[in-house]
């Protein structure tokens, strides 16, 4: 059954109509990629899912129910969470302070539990030294952090956006790794944005493409990434659709 | 062992304190009360500023403390314990009621209207004349423990630490996280489940509730309220002077503020009647430009650097 659907799912902002109609489906354990051109709609979208925006109109089913006006907080707390393109981490919190936040709101858990529980995670990422400062970690290790920020949820559906974003080539494939990971060893149902094809490829069992708001093809990657639309859409935008 | 030796210096301080009085007299004293005064407020208006949210509505719910609490003493003829209490609950319940407004708002646009809140209670207070006596204000029958010195000072001094523990309590809780995870980003905090606006009305309502027991104390103290001394809009601005001299989103810091600028204005006082606040003004602007986050940031930062 799916985790989480959307039905003509649509956001405006004032003439400009971000996402248009869009309906979608994720079941747990999948990981679907969500592609599209620079300005596609992508990151909106999951701003509509995550609670950040309100949909114009369309609905946001997760298990069943229409979570379509739940405030963000609530959305965190019932398993859905997400990572940001731009990152923001909390400056004023240290590593596993960062990650602690998603265990004390999100799981109502104790300061002692949430402390406990985020070190666990975090030695699961592979994060160590966690009472260092977030302007003393790596790339790599902030973006384990922001996972792990998002995993702090507990959640059922995952959404990354751009996570691979500012790492190199040996690291990129660590991300892969520990992503597929994570979504295997907790059931999860990820969606995944991307603009390195050669990251959709590894690691997504399905691709929806989106252009100017809309879904222009779904399928497996191999199958959508010889679509001639989507072609043309990638030749019109970004050029690093052979990568 | 951390953990023992972090509690000695607050408890030293808070014993000295205590035995303040029996050793130096009553100017030192009604000194003491003031800085104990401002720190209380400096406290409350640091534990808002750590979801970011800067209020300039101090003076507004230290008033409303003031006023309800000379009222229901003088019209009602409620004892001064129970109008005191009563006074810091209604500043609270106002502020519960303008939260579900107030709190909508960031940025500038919450700073400007928090003040504009102070003021509309002053001017209401001081046109109804029927009601809260005008400009003149009401006299109290007689001050709290007869204006004895000694007791005024461990009444003051007790609900310093009642802000102070309120503040700590902030500082070592969930509140702690869910205050920081807003200043530094709503939007992040709000998907890891933290309810925004439920906690900054929680936040905002004791914070008020504290301005409005400040306020009560120091009317029952001195025994009379005037609208224009009991929403002085020094008691928005000082309080915020202190907590940016100290050190902010800390307890340490508007503690330490405090006690240095009440203690250095006090005594510029006496040398310039007047110029203290000219004084007061270079301090600030020298301690924006190069201190931003106070001597406790200053000197963090510095062990920092020398560490590595």
């Not at chain 1, 300061?111 to 699961?124: G, I, P, S, V, Y």
């Not at chain 2, 972090?6 to 303040?20: K, R, W």
């Not at chain 2, 309800?68 to 609270?92: E, N, W």
């Not at chain 2, 523990?165 to 996280?177: Q, R, T, Y």
């Amino acid at each position: 059954m799916a985790k989480l659907t959307t039905k003509k799912l649509t956001k405006q902002f004032g003439g400009l109509v971000a996402v248009h109609d869009v309906s979608f489906s994720i079941v747990s354990g999948e990981i679907l990629g969500i592609i599209g051109p620079n300005g596609a709609g992508k990151t909106t979208f999951i701003n509509l899912i995550s609670g950040i925006y309100a949909p114009t109109s369309g609905t946001i089913k997760f298990e069943g129910k229409d979570i379509s006006v739940m405030p963000a907080h609530e959305r965190a707390k019932i398993g859905i969470a997400r990572t940001y393109q731009l990152i923001h981490p909390m400056e004023d919190l240290n590593l596993l302070e960062n990650v602690m936040v998603g265990f004390l709101f999100a799981g109502n858990k104790s300061m002692k539990e949430a402390r406990l529980a985020a070190t666990e995670l975090c030695t699961e990422m592979g994060l160590e030294r966690l009472e260092r400062e977030v302007s003393q970690l790596t790339m790599l290790e902030v973006k384990k952090m922001e996972i792990a920020h998002a995993l702090a949820n507990t959640p059922k559906v995952l959404f990354l956006d751009e996570i691979m974003a500012g790492l190199n080539t040996d690291e990129t494939k660590e991300m892969i790794a520990l992503v597929k990971r994570l979504a295997r060893e907790r059931n999860l149902a990820v969606g995944v944005v991307e603009h390195v094809m050669g990251v959709i490829r590894e690691l997504t069992d399905r691709v929806i493409v989106l252009e100017a708001g809309e879904i222009i093809a779904e399928g497996p990657y191999e199958i959508v990434s010889k679509n001639k639309r989507v072609i043309e859409a990638y030749l019109g935008g970004a050029t690093d659709a052979e990568n | 062992m951390k953990r023992v030796s972090s509690f000695i210096l607050p408890v030293v301080l808070v014993l000295a304190a205590v035995v303040f009085p029996l050793v130096l007299g009553p100017y030192p004293q009604t000194v003491a009360r003031t800085v104990f005064k401002y720190m209380a407020l400096a406290l409350t208006w640091d534990m808002l500023f750590r979801s970011g949210q800067v209020s300039f509505g101090v003076a507004g719910f230290f008033g409303l403390g003031t006023y309800a609490t000379v009222l229901l003493a003088v019209k009602a003829g409620f004892s001064f314990p129970l109008a005191m209490l009563l006074g810091a609950v209604i500043a609270a319940v106002f502020a519960y009621a303008l939260g579900f407004l107030v709190l909508q708002l960031r940025g500038t646009y919450f700073s400007i209207t928090t003040l504009a809140l102070a003021e509309i209670f002053r001017v209401i207070l001081r046109n109804w004349t029927s009601f809260s006596g005008g400009p003149e204000g009401i006299v109290l029958q007689q001050i709290v423990f007869g204006g004895q010195s000694k007791a005024l000072y461990w009444l003051n001094l007790g609900v310093l630490l009642v802000v102070l523990l309120v503040s700590v309590w902030l500082e070592n809780s969930k509140f702690h996280f869910a205050l920081t995870s807003i200043r530094d980003n709503e939007v992040s905090a709000q998907t890891s489940g933290v309810n925004i606006f439920r906690t900054l009305l929680i936040v905002f309502t004791i914070t008020a509730f504290l301005q409005g027991l400040v306020g009560a104390v120091d009317v029952v103290s001195y025994g009379y309220a005037m609208p224009d001394s009991a929403f002085d809009a020094n008691y928005t601005l000082l309080p915020l002077a202190m907590v940016l001299l100290g050190g902010e989103h800390s307890t340490w810091g508007p503690v330490i503020g405090s006690v240095l600028l009440g203690v250095a204005s006090e005594y510029l006082k006496l040398k310039i009647p007047y110029g203290h606040l000219l004084v007061y003004g270079v301090i600030i602007i020298l301690v924006i430009l190069f201190m931003p986050r106070g001597l406790l940031g200053f000197f963090r930062r510095k062990k920092g650097a020398n560490r590595g």
